[in-house]
């Protein structure tokens, strides 16, 4: 079984539940405590079934609860040392990790927790380190890359690895170059170390696009700078126009802010 939920996806939070049926792990806590009280409440979830929380990176929209969730519910987080540093030294994280439950990962490590198989690879990012999760379930790999300042070589390996794929597309060029954004923070959105816009994102699934991707979800929109649609429409186009067709050869979802996307399931 494989088993995925978006608690939330932006700069308001971000939160993704995945599951074997038998081990659950969450990738970031940057939605609220109470909310996901909540949301976990409304799908039937129990924060003691988590055996672990994975940190990309220290900015404040992903571990904004890892603190609040980790102690109350001793559940333990996993990330580098130079991300939790970051954690310690973030003020918007109220709550910091417990040192019993802090676990420390190397970028490029492979590990497990219970009968998940973990790799992790770099992501360019303007964070003290951010990094990506690929989860091997058997049959399948799960990966998530967020906040992707350009796409390297590891990020299209582990693209062309994965039947299933969380993938940011934050930003559409003109609606960035066009808005209320001043020129410095535009630089550093578009930036090497930023995030990936619309077209690159579109570009990097049409070069490392295989028959095993069985479905994409795009991640991280940005709210000013950005649409659900136009992602979606320049994705699609993009990948039209190399014989890709989307809702046929591969499903796609376009992730919500600020609301859970539905559990998806996928029985053996």
Sequence with gaps: MFQFLSFGSGSCGNCYYISNGNTSVLIDAGVGIRRMKRHFKEYGLKFSSL???LVTH??????????????????PVYTTEKIHD???RNYHTTKKI???????IEVGQDFSIDDLRISTFEIPHDASENIGYSIDFG??????????GCPTDDIKKFISQSGYLVIEANYDAEMLKNGKYPKPLQDRIRGGFGHLCNTQTAETLGECFHENLKRVWLCHLSEENNHPEL?????????????????????LEVLKRKIPSGLFTKED
Excluded at 58 to 75: P, Q, R
Excluded at 98 to 104: G, L, R
Aim: glycine share 8%; charged share 25%; with cysteine.
């Design 139 to 148: 049959q399948d790999t799960f990966t998530l890359m967020t906040d992707i």
């Design 231 to 251: 992602a979606r429409k320049t994705v699609e186009y993009h990948l039209r126009g190399l014989g890709i067709i989307p809702g046929k050869d591969f499903d």
């Design 98 to 104: 417990e040192p019993s439950c802090v676990k420390i």
């Design 51 to 53: 055996k672990a929380i």
């Design 86 to 88: 970051g954690i310690r």
């Design 58 to 75: 220290d900015h404040t929209d992903h571990i904004k609860a890892v603190g609040h969730l980790s102690n109350e519910f001793n559940i």
